[in-house]
């Protein structure tokens, strides 16, 4: 069974903390993601990777960076967590088939990681 | 990046077959389009994905046509489980600079 796992479900930090989120994922998967998702607003990218070590800008990358050391791991930090960073944070990881037009698999969800920042 | 539009909620009764448009004017050639569907409190979860024409599979049909420019998400025969967000995307590879990126959903409300 696919999965992809986020290390905490529940998180409570201080204000101006430095935040990791971590991901990882056993499916072997080139592809990953972390998106916040908040009411009214949907799910937003924050920033995604496509291969160990590259990463690439999502819409709000703003306050976030991101490291790819391994394939299967893929870690959200704040660098210093703000109360408007309050959310849940989504990973998700996919493949990618090779091929005349590369297709991208389906993408696998975390549970998420509600996050508040007092 | 291709932008989608689709409706913000739909109410639909149990057994009834639920369709869910969504619009994407600029959808480039590489791009395909993917459906999600979310549930409270979980990640999105993968309904179907096609490039043109009718994709089924045991779960929905996507219906594509030759534009491209639209898509239709069929659900047959809806349950109360059937509640849910869902999410039209439509995009290229990531490697080559696409990016998943998810709309406001549609929120599908079934009722008895």
């Known amino acids: 069974d696919v999965k992809v796992t986020q290390s905490s479900r529940y998180l409570v930090k201080r204000t101006g903390e430095k935040v990791f989120l971590e991901c990882v994922q056993d499916?072997?998967?080139?592809?990953m993601f972390w998106y916040r998702q908040d009411p009214g607003l949907g799910l937003r990218l924050i920033y995604f990777?496509?291969?160990?070590?590259?990463?690439e800008k999502g819409d709000i990358p703003e306050g976030y960076s991101v490291s790819r050391e391994k394939k299967e791991r893929f870690s959200l930090i704040l660098e210093s967590a703000s109360t408007n960073q309050t959310s849940m944070y989504l990973c998700?990881?996919?493949?990618?088939?090779?091929?005349?037009?590369?297709?991208?698999?389906?993408?696998?969800f975390g549970q998420g990681t509600r996050l508040t920042v007092v | 990046l291709a932008k989608t539009t689709q409706p913000i909620s739909m109410d639909s009764y149990e057994g009834q077959e639920v369709n869910i448009t969504c619009s994407h004017n600029?959808?480039?050639?590489?791009?395909?389009i993917t459906w999600y569907q979310q549930f409270p409190s979980q990640g999105p979860r993968f309904i179907i994905q096609?490039?043109?024409t009718k994709v089924t599979n045991e779960v929905a049909s996507l219906f594509i046509p030759a534009d491209r420019k639209s898509s239709t998400l069929s659900l047959p025969r809806v349950s109360l489980s059937d509640t849910a967000v869902y999410y039209c995307?439509?995009?290229?590879?990531?490697?080559?600079?696409?990016?998943?990126?998810f709309g406001q959903g549609t929120e599908l409300s079934v009722k008895p």
């Open positions: 998700a990881s996919s493949s990618s088939v090779p091929g005349p037009m590369r297709v991208d698999t389906e993408a696998f």
């Open positions: 499916m072997d998967h080139e592809n």
């Open positions: 990777s496509y291969d160990v070590k590259m990463k």
């Open positions: 600029n959808i480039a050639t590489n791009d395909y």
């Open positions: 096609g490039y043109k």
């Open positions: 995307l439509v995009g290229g590879p990531y490697n080559q600079g696409g990016k998943l990126i």
